[in-house]
Every structure is written in C-alpha cells, then in structure tokens.
C-alpha cells in the first residue's frame, strides 16, 4: 500500500539555525499538508498545498515556515531561524484530491531545538 | 475557525470494558473524522461522519454524529489491548483546507 514518507525521523539542531523536512506524498496525491504535535499535545495545522501554492495556512505558519514542492515528488517545509519552541514532532499528509474524505499522514520528523 | 471540544482527556479502562470519547462544537459541523494514534506513530484515519443522526460501525468501533451535526462519539466494545492509543476528532472546512483536531482522548488499557 502506498504511504507517505518522510525524512529524516529525527532531527536535533541548534536555535537559530534553518531545517529542511522532508516529505515524499504519495504519488498521484494533489494535496498536501503540514501538520505539527508539540510532545503530548494536539496535532495542529500549518498548512495546505496545492497546485504549487499554498491553499491555506494557520496562524502558526508564519514569516519564518515556506513550503515548496521542488520536484515532481517531494514536498518540503523549511523553518528558518529555528526557535526552542519549534521542537515538536511534524507530520506531512497528503490526499488525493479534493473531495476525498482520507488525508494519509507520514511517520513524522521529530525535531529537537536545543 | 472551527473549534472542537474532546472528552475526556484520558480514560483508564479495564480489558474487555468499553471506551467512549466525545466531540463537541458550538458550531454546527459539515463533517467530523476520527484518526487514531498509536503511542509514538502518526494519526491514522478511522470514518468521516456527514449526516446529520449518522451512525457507522467498523468491527467493535461504532462512530455516532449527533441530530445537530455539533457532536460526535466513537464508541468501543469489549476493548482489547490493540486498542491503546489516542483517539482524535476532526474537523475541515473541506476542500484543500487543513483539519482542526480535538485534543485527543487517550485511551489506557489495563489488563
């Protein structure tokens, strides 16, 4: 069965500095998601892609997240200036077109800010 | 946007009892989703509910949307211990748009 992947599972970095998550969608998938769940928490919405632009994004999705779909396969979301409140575990999702009731979620990437 | 309500927060249960976990909203709903979550793995996607009084049932997991579409319960026969895990509710504006999760109820099994 198709699945979402993504790389890497765990990633720890320095306050400050920029990481790049990646996420593969499942392939004939139009839409994709963002998605983050600080350790014991709700999962939360950062954003929505579709057609190489973003449909929609939360509050959380601010100045220092982009997104971007580089290639006909992978789907990235890149924090800039990473702060400690950043560490959370990210899960990418993505579904298969618009009116499809299953958005399929990743493994997730843990990211540890120190 | 859309908010959801999810209770309780954590349930203790016995093997073999059951589990419900309830979602409500102030806000009459177009759909609800219920994901599951295993310790340590990613929320995987249980039912969507659409119609108003809806009930659907997968095995011993029976899902419910409420008359007003502002609530919904997953109920759980005769829990197993499979059954460990977080169970969210969810809800989307539909289309591209993104879903907004309850906080969860975690389910503990005890044998």
């Known amino acids: 069965e198709p699945e979402v992947t993504q790389t890497p599972s765990h990633q720890v970095t320095q306050m400050g500095q920029e990481v790049i998550l990646r996420c593969v969608p499942i392939s004939n998938h139009l839409y994709f998601y963002w998605y983050r769940q600080i350790l014991g928490q709700k999962v939360e919405f950062l954003v929505s892609?579709?057609?190489?632009?973003?449909?929609?994004k939360s509050e959380i999705f601010d100045d220092q997240f982009s997104v971007e779909r580089p290639d006909g396969s992978n789907f990235t979301l890149k924090i800039r200036s990473t702060k400690l409140e950043d560490s959370a575990m990210y899960f990418c999702a993505s579904k298969l077109a618009l009116d499809a009731d299953t958005q399929y979620f990743g493994p997730g990437t843990r990211l540890t800010v120190l | 946007g859309q908010q959801v309500m999810q209770i309780p927060q954590y349930q203790h249960v016995q093997e073999g009892e059951d589990f419900t976990t309830y979602c409500n909203s102030s806000t009459t709903l177009s759909n609800i989703q219920w994901y599951k979550q295993r310790p340590g793995g990613h929320p995987v996607f249980l039912i969507q509910l659409v119609k108003s009084g809806e009930v659907k049932k997968q095995k011993r997991l029976t899902f419910q949307f409420g008359e007003a579409k502002k609530n919904s319960s997953l109920h759980i026969t005769a829990t197993q211990t499979t059954d460990v895990g977080t169970y969210f509710c969810a809800v989307t504006g539909g289309g591209a748009d993104g879903l907004t999760f309850g906080k969860g109820t975690h389910l503990i099994i005890q044998p």
């Open positions: 892609f579709y057609n190489n632009e973003i449909s929609e």
